[in-house]
């Protein structure tokens, strides 16, 4: 009875472990998120983006590119995120869960108002997309969402542990 106790409190305890770990890391995100784009904004910066080892300039060194795009329409936002490879080479991107990507819509005080992974869930296991020599992958989403008259940045991040990116696209709606 005693070490069915103890297995349970040693489940418990991994598993609030675990949860709070990841209560940090999103709050983090967050952060980094705003923090981003207002420094983008402030520069008026479109292009953000950060690659986790130096880059040769060789046709054959793996080099991804992104470029953001956001459409406005009434009560609806369309994101579009395409990566090319430059290079010749394959590249494999590796995404540490499902959730690949991340867009953001900040006001202008750089507030969140919208986060397209809210609510969402998403696998836990390791995946890998492959992008061809001087190819280009595109994704799209949509944000069905009234927004008030102002400015705002929209943000994409590719979660990507081996090219991660940042690209930001500022848009006003009158």
């Not at 890391?25 to 980094?32: P, R, S, T, V, Y």
């Not at 983008?40 to 795009?69: M, T």
């Amino acid at each position: 009875m005693n070490s069915r106790l103890i297995i349970s409190l040693l489940c418990a305890g991994a598993f609030a472990l675990a949860c709070g770990s990841l209560t940090r890391h999103e709050d983090a995100d967050a952060h980094a998120s705003r923090t981003t784009a207002h420094v983008a904004s402030a520069l008026n910066v479109v292009d953000v983006p950060r690659h986790s080892q130096a880059r040769k300039r060789h046709d054959d060194v793996p080099r991804v590119n992104g470029k953001f795009d956001v459409k406005v329409e009434p009560h609806t936002l369309h994101f579009a995120l395409k990566l090319t490879n430059d290079s010749k080479s394959n590249v494999e991107l590796s995404f540490p869960n499902g959730q690949q990507y991340e867009f953001t819509v900040l006001d202008s005080v750089g507030r969140e108002v919208y986060r397209w992974g809210e609510g969402r869930m998403f696998t836990q296991s390791v995946q890998n997309k492959q992008i061809d020599g001087d190819q280009t992958m595109r994704i799209d989403e949509s944000a069905a969402m009234t927004l008030p008259h102002g400015k705002y940045v929209a943000v994409a991040t590719l979660r990507s542990s081996n090219f991660p990116m940042k690209q930001s696209s500022a848009f006003e709606l009158r």
